[in-house]
């Protein structure tokens, strides 16, 4: 298994998670020897893979034949192939306390775009946490379906952290804007959610080679790392608030920008945007 058989999958539902962005959400999650770790979507088994730096009790469900059989070569007995929405007895019985999840968001007549999958999750755990990537839609959640999950969700559970991750994240297999949703299991939610601004996370698309490393990821997950563990607000890249489910979870929503920051480059970079959207439009005169 390797990121280039990641690369080259095409299929809208089959994108598999980067392994710097699952190795970073095992570490925000703390996984321990003692945890039980389920990806009920399990693909490959990216994130099963980064899980198992820490515990060997790891559960993968795969829908997908051919893809469970690439997951069963290296994970044997600890991936089933099945489908997730006939696995609650299963899953009541394993007792996870920590679920991986970058659910399918495209699949037909799923007007929740992969957040159903989510919901189930949350009711069928006992208690632990939930980290789950899903497209922006669900974050921002006006459309009726989503709303309502979100509202639901926070009556019984709680919105840890909510991630913004890089906009070309899954490129080249797919062109969505994505967020890292964390949950924690079975308490109704009352306290701030942490929100990061984590879009930058060192990486830069190349032609053929999809993305690749060009700055320093260890000290940029570091970074992550220390501002979601120590809940800190910093302008630009953090910051916490309390929200219900007809907010916006999103950190862009709450976070104060940092001014100081921001160049020449960036202003004549909006400016050019600017004046290439005005004449797309046919408004430029
Ligand atoms: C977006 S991929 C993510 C895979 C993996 N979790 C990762 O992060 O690399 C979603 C996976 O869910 C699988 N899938 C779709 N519907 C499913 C279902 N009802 N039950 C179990 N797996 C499903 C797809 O075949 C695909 O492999």
């Not at 497209?135 to 379906?145: D, F, L, N, Q």
Request: net charge negative; charged share 30%.
């Amino acid at each position: 298994m390797s990121d280039k058989l990641t690369a080259n999958t095409r299929d809208k539902n089959l994108i598999f998670t980067p392994s710097h962005i699952a190795n970073f959400i095992c570490k925000a999650l703390g996984i321990k020897e003692s945890d039980k770790v389920i990806d009920p979507n399990c693909g490959y088994g990216l994130f099963l893979k980064s899980a198992k730096n820490y515990t060997d009790n790891i559960f993968g469900i795969e829908l997908v034949e051919d893809v469970y059989k690439v997951a069963k070569e290296e994970f044997e007995d600890t991936v089933i192939n099945a489908d997730f929405f006939d696995c609650e007895n299963l899953i009541r019985e394993k007792k996870p306390n920590i679920a991986l999840m970058n659910p399918p968001f495209n699949s037909s007549g799923d007007k929740t775009n992969g957040f159903v999958f989510v919901e189930k999750m949350l009711d069928w755990m006992e208690s632990g946490y939930v980290a789950v990537i899903l497209p922006m839609s669900c974050a921002i959640g006006t459309a009726k379906e989503i709303a309502k999950i979100k509202n639901g969700i926070l009556e019984k559970h709680t919105l840890d952290a909510v991630f913004t991750l890089p906009s070309d994240l899954f490129h080249p297999n797919a062109n969505v804007s994505t967020c890292c949703m964390i949950f924690k299991v079975g308490i109704p939610n009352n306290t701030e959610t942490f929100f990061g601004y984590f879009k930058d996370d060192g990486f830069v698309k190349k032609k053929n080679l999809g993305r690749v490393q060009k700055d320093d990821w260890n000290s940029i997950e570091e970074e992550w790392l220390h501002l979601y563990r120590d809940r800190s607000n910093v302008n630009g890249k953090s910051v916490t608030k309390l929200v219900n489910g007809d907010d916006e979870w999103l950190c862009e929503a709450y976070m104060e920008t940092d001014y100081s920051k921001l160049t020449r480059k960036d202003f004549e970079k909006t400016v050019r945007d600017y004046l290439a959207f005005l004449i797309k439009n046919g408004d430029y005169r």
